[in-house]
């Protein structure tokens, strides 16, 4: 059997990885964990990001809700300031 310093080509590392290849795959394992470390920060602040659209398109929907409410009360009371001013018109005519 050959020595790792008479190998062919492409041969050292593959029974006995030399201690630069071991230090290569420490470093590719390392950037692999950062990696995934990332991807699930990633992954909560998209959930966050999901989860604050929520709360604020309730927020919205109830502005509109209130907005729509504020909108007939005022319709409701135009209404009734017209009745008001006819009654007190007819009141003077007498």
């Not at 006819?86 to 003077?92: F, I, K, Q, S, Y």
């Amino acid at each position: 059997m050959m020595s790792a310093s008479h190998a062919a080509p492409g041969e050292v590392g593959k029974h006995c990885p030399s201690p630069s290849t071991r230090t290569n795959q420490s470093r590719m394992d390392l950037g692999c964990r950062r990696i995934e470390k990332s991807n699930l920060v990633i992954k909560e602040l998209l959930k966050e990001k999901d989860e604050e659209k929520e709360r604020l398109n309730g927020v919205i929907a109830g502005l509109l809700a209130d907005k729509e409410k504020d909108k007939v009360d005022k319709d409701v009371m135009l209404n009734r300031m017209s009745q008001i001013e006819a009654t007190l018109t007819a009141m003077v005519r007498r």
